[in-house]
């Protein structure tokens, strides 16, 4: 059997056999898409990770990923919110946990789709990009975490699309944070996620095609405005969804 080995060393990526070919930046918060030798064996961290039938496999690198191309974040102060949405009250933190694990399972997902390999497209058509991948947020003057999607900032209700062929994995009306939220599996652990959504026209298990309206842009949950956030996964790391749609 072949077996792919792809270690990260300084700036560069090795493959022991150089049987394999990449779409995409080594860079940090890039997917990666690779084709080897269909029955190939790919191992990425001392991890195997799945080959499809046809050769295809993903993978992704975080957003402070060592050992590959660094790059500079954005700092973003939001001022102005309500303090219950920078720090939670207490009787919210079991509702937040239960939003976390939800969204956890549905990122773990490990199917043999291999919708992953096709072109992805934009969500929606006309829109203003508000926020970006990595930004780190300083929100009433307090740190919190990164920003991990881009904000598609457009009117309330304009129909938000599918970005490609997948199963919905997650459809939740009101979750703490996120508001009306959609998880989709395009298949090796690489989910699209959509967040502040009005209205959810899927139903978790359902099967969407690319271009499909899945629901209406919104401003459910932490939002200041109406605006579709969405993300990019690859299993539990956050990747940034520019690098699926240039790829
Ligand atoms: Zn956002």
Known sequence: MRIILIIFVLIFYSSLSHA???????????FILGKTKPGSQVIIDQKKIRVSKDGFFAFGLGRDRKNVLKRKYKIQRIDGLPPKQVTPPPEVYERIKKDNRLIGKARLIDSPLSFFKNKFIYPIDKYIITGVYGSQRILNGKPR???????????????????????????????????????????????TLYMHMK????????????????????????????????????????LDPISILEK
């Open 20 to 30: 394999a070919e990449f779409k995409g930046k080594f860079k940090q918060g890039s």
């Open 199 to 238: 209205d959810i026209d899927v139903k978790v298990g359902q099967k969407i095609k690319q271009g499909e309206i899945v629901g209406t842009l919104g401003q459910s949950g932490r939002a200041t405005g109406p605006h579709l956030d969405m993300r990019l996964n690859w299993y539990e790391v956050k």
């Open 145 to 191: 975490r990164p920003h991990y999607g881009i904000d598609f900032h457009a009117p309330e209700g304009t129909p938000v699309k599918a970005m490609m062929d997948g199963i919905v994995t997650l459809a939740s009306k009101d979750m703490y944070f996120t508001g009306g939220t959609i998880i989709f599996d395009h298949g090796h652990g690489i989910s």
